[in-house]
C-alpha cells in the first residue's frame, strides 16, 4: 500500500522504515503538515499517516477522500484533531496508537521532578563554564513529601509506585479508584483536599469537558505557596495563563511539562 507520511522527522523516517522491512509498503515522506493546502501531496495514497499537528477537519477529509485515500494511520493516541464523523460519514478508516509505555511516561514524570528539586539542568550549564557554586541550586528532600496523583490508571499508577520508592506520601483523585494503588498505601481524597496537602502534583487523566482546565487560577490558589506541577498528561488540563501569572507570583515553584495546549496528544491513563 502506498501511504504518504506527513509532518516527518528523521526518527520517523527511520522507525517507520524499519518497521516496515518486512510489510513491503510504499512509504512516501513529506516534512509538512497536513492542512488544507497540502491535501495535494497526498493524492492516489490509498493511506496517509499523521501525527498530533496535522489538521483533519471535515474539508480535509473531504478533500482526501475525493483523491482515493480510504485510510488515517494516527501515530499518536490522541485523535482530538480528527473530525470522526466526517470520517465516518466519508467511508473513512481511522486508526490510532492504542497507548503509550506507561512505563516510559511514569518514568519520565519521575525525571522531571529530581530535574526541578535539584535543578539539574542550571547545573548542567553552570558546570559547563567552569562555575561551580551551589547558590541557588539547593532542593528538598523528596523522602516525606506528599505527592498528589490526579488519574491512576496505567501512567499514574507507575508513577505513584516509583513515588513510593521514594518514601513519598501518597494521594490520589480518580473517579475509578485503582486497586492496585490503594493496596500501595495511596489515599484517594476530594481534588481540593489533593491541591492543599501535595508538595508536588502531577497530572495524568484524560482530556474530557470535565477536566478541561482542571487546573485554573481557582486550583492553584489551593495548592501549596511554591508547590511542584508536573504535566505529562494532556495541554490542555492546565490553563497556561493562570499557571503563568502563577510562577510569576511564587504559588508555583516548580513547573514540569512536555505537553501545551496546542499539542493534544490525549496520552491514555
Do not use: W
Request: aromatic residues 6%; hydrophobic residues 45%.
Amino acid at each position: 500500500m502506498r501511504v504518504a507520511v506527513f509532518s516527518t522527522k528523521n526518527y520517523d523516517r527511520m522507525f517507520l522504515e524499519a518497521a516496515n522491512a518486512t510489510c513491503g509498503h510504499e512509504l512516501v515522506f513529506f516534512e509538512p503538515r497536513l492542512t488544507e493546502e497540502t491535501t495535494l501531496l497526498a493524492a492516489q495514497f490509498p493511506a496517509v499517516c499523521v501525527f498530533v499537528n496535522d489538521q483533519l477537519s471535515a474539508s480535509v477529509l473531504t478533500a482526501l477522500a475525493g483523491q482515493g485515500t480510504r485510510l488515517i494511520a494516527l501515530r499518536s493516541a490522541g485523535f482530538n484533531n480528527v473530525d470522526l464523523i466526517a470520517a465516518r460519514d466519508l467511508g473513512l478508516t481511522v486508526v490510532r496508537v492504542p497507548a503509550y509505555s506507561p512505563y516510559a511516561v511514569a518514568e519520565h514524570t519521575v525525571g522531571l521532578i529530581p530535574t526541578l528539586n535539584r535543578k539539574i539542568h542550571r547545573a548542567y550549564a553552570r558546570v559547563r563554564e567552569g562555575n561551580f557554586a551551589l547558590d541557588g541550586l539547593l532542593g528538598f528532600d523528596l523522602n516525606g513529601r506528599t505527592v498528589g496523583v490526579i488519574g491512576t490508571g496505567k501512567i499514574g499508577a507507575v508513577v505513584a509506585r516509583i513515588m513510593k520508592g521514594f518514601g513519598c506520601q501518597l494521594l490520589a483523585h480518580d473517579p475509578f479508584p485503582n486497586p492496585d494503588c490503594e493496596r500501595l498505601g495511596v489515599k484517594y481524597v476530594s481534588r481540593p483536599h489533593l491541591f492543599a496537602a501535595s508538595d508536588i502534583v502531577t497530572l495524568h487523566c484524560p482530556l474530557t469537558p470535565e477536566t478541561h482546565h482542571l487546573i485554573d487560577a481557582q486550583a492553584l490558589g489551593q495548592m501549596k505557596s511554591g508547590a511542584m506541577l508536573i504535566n505529562t498528561g494532556c495541554g490542555a488540563l492546565i490553563d497556561t495563563q493562570a499557571v503563568i501569572e502563577a510562577l510569576k507570583s511564587g504559588q508555583i515553584g516548580h513547573l514540569g511539562l512536555d505537553v501545551y495546549e496546542e499539542d493534544e496528544r490525549r496520552r491514555g491513563q
